[in-house]
T-cell receptor, first 113, second 115 residues
Framework: AQSVAQPEDQVNVAEGNPLTVKCTYS??????LFWYVQYPNRGLQFLLK??????LVKGSYGFEAEFNKSQTSFHLKKPSALVSDSALYFC???????????FGAGTTVTVRA | SAVISQKPSRDICQRGTSLTIQCQVD?????MFWYRQQPGQSLTLIAT?????????ESGFVIDKFPISRPNLTFSTLTVSNMSPEDSSIYLC????????????FGPGTRLTVL
């Protein structure tokens, strides 16, 4: 079975400060990892993915994530947060031979001006 | 990527009725999925919509309650049958655009409220 844990329900940061959203996973085999963002009353938007290669992946809107195999983590980061980054963030994982995604519970990010 | 639209965007329905949600993609895609997002919750996969054959349902979801059609590679429908207030959720379709793609792209969702 595969699963994702997002240990923080909420993350609050000031605009301009670094933002980190934590994610750990469990899956059989090499993980395919994804981050999505959901703005109020909108669908999920794909931010970035890790499939293979460099452990640091860059994505949309200045976000990046670091894959750490030993810690089974895939934390989302942004060096300087914007108020417009306030949204609900989901981490997801799947196994290489299965298209089914398992999502974490989500983390609500609030960036204050 | 793929551009995905869903109809309706939202609806308020009475208990015991059924609602059919449409998902249209701007290009042919191999894989299509239907998810449910209950209020304040994460996403749960309902089923994989298979073109030309019966959908593959996840544990806890059955065809009688959530019949799915996929007549071609760009379109699918999900029906929520005999609704109860517990069916109040956001329903999202997603696709994997094509060969070699790994990420899923999601539609804007259908917000369903059952009274």
């Amino acid at each position: 079975a595969q699963s994702v844990a997002q240990p923080e329900d909420q993350v609050n940061v000031a605009e301009g400060n670094p933002l980190t959203v934590k994610c750990t996973y469990s899956v059989s085999g090499n993980p395919y990892l994804f981050w999505y963002v959901q703005y109020p009353n909108r669908g999920l938007q794909f931010l970035l993915k890790y499939i293979t290669g460099d452990n640091l992946v860059k994505g949309s809107y200045g976000f990046e994530a670091e894959f750490n195999k030993s810690q089974t983590s895939f934390h989302l980061k942004k060096p300087s947060a914007l108020v417009s980054d306030s949204a609900l963030y989901f981490c997801a994982v799947r196994a290489p031979n299965d298209y089914k995604l398992s999502f974490g519970a989500g983390t609500t990010v609030t960036v204050r001006a | 990527s793929a551009v995905i639209s869903q109809k309706p965007s939202r609806d308020i329905c009475q208990r015991g009725t059924s609602l059919t949600i449409q998902c249209q993609v701007d290009s042919q895609v191999t894989m299509m999925f239907w998810y449910r997002q209950q209020p304040g919750q994460s996403l749960t996969l309902i089923a994989t919509a298979n073109q030309g054959s019966e959908a593959t349902y996840e544990s806890g979801f059955v065809i009688d309650k959530f019949p799915i059609s996929r007549p071609n590679l760009t379109f699918s429908t999900l029906t929520v049958s005999n609704m109860s207030p517990e069916d109040s959720s956001i329903y999202l379709c997603s696709v994997i655009p094509g060969q070699g793609a790994n990420e899923q792209f999601f539609g804007p969702g259908t917000r369903l409220t059952v009274l």
